[in-house]
């Protein structure tokens, strides 16, 4: 084995990222300690207050902007995307059965949403079902893909909430976010997209999707951890996830972090600004790398993604490594230096193949070998051609 390398090269960017100079430069002042550094309540009426609420309120029409909301109080600020994809569903699921029952429907109401969802969106299933709704699961059609034909088998005029991601966080496949909300608009369900792995990969536009309620996640685009973003559309019906002090016009309760709010502004602009350039590196760069992993006997990818498809996320690389297990692969290329994953971060202390691959049909034991390479806004071609060689000294 060889000796530890000194430089780190970083290819789990879809687990996290860096902070980014933007986003470090807007929340540097906060870090200074005593009342002359930015520290105030955004909902205090004296001056120290209404300087946060100015910065905040500043951020609140940049993420609106950036995203192609209509208007800024659309913008939800909240505590990660894990928070706005449970808020978003259980909140409208709620808020509709409330409009529901008063126009004299009585259910049982539903609640529909896909299997290769993120957890934070898969497990409130939990939470519904001891509300009372039912919960279906869409199939996709075995590369990760809801199409609406799939999803229409599903909704019924009971259907309150409908939630499918933009883009999925192990594989990469990219949803038709537009179609699919068609869809659960015919039925009279309200439409949530869990766009968080879209962000700065492809063109995010909630006006042009339509979509009722969206959900992003700082940190994935250079942001600080633990700030998130929900898009609720004007007139949705909602209900408050958390209730409490009333914050974020009664949506979202909690004292605002205006330090993390504005460093998540800024990166999120950038992350926009930076998406056309960094897809189209990330997709070369990706494609080289699924070349020569396929070449590779033992190396089976988990889909099928065609050189320079814009079907999938351009950053995600995901195989299997047939004869290997996950944990074992990844130990041995840190030990190199490289931090990659097996599928996603939140699952990596598992020994269960992802749920993302069983829904694809992968078989247990490929998928127990599952790596996820992903390339980040500061990654390069030396870093792939670094991963490549640690890798085939690792299953050597
Ligand atoms: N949704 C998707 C698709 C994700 O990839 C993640 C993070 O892994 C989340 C939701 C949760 O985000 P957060 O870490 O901000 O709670």
Known sequence: MQAMQTKRIYLDNAATTPLCDAAAKAMAPYMESGAQAPFGNANSLHSIGREAFSVLEDARARVARALKAHRPDEIIFTGGATESDNSAIVGMALGARERARLAGKHGPFKVVTSRIEHEAVLETSHMLRALGFEFELVDNDGLGRVTPEALKRVVDENTLVVSVMAANNEVGTIEPVAELCSVAHAAGALFHVDAVQALGKIPVDLKGWGVDAASFSAHKVGGPKGVGVLYLAA?????????????????????????????????????????????????????????????????????????????FLPNIVNVCVRGFESQTLILQLDMRGICISGGSACASGSLDPSHVLSALGVERNLAQGELRVSIGVENTQADIDAFFEAFKEAIA
Request: hydrophobic letters at 40%; a positive charge; aromatic letters at 6%.
């Open 235 to 311: 007139k949705t019906p909602y209900v408050a996830y958390l209730p409490g002090g009333g914050q974020e016009n009664g949506r979202r309760s909690g004292t605002q972090n205006v330090c993390g709010i504005a460093g998540a502004a800024a990166a999120i602009e950038f992350a926009v600004a930076e998406q056309p350039a960094y897809a189209a590196r990330a997709r070369a760069m990706r494609d080289d790398l699924y070349a020569r992993l396929g070449a590779i006997k033992r190396v089976v990818p988990s889909v099928c993604v065609p050189c320079g498809s814009e079907e």
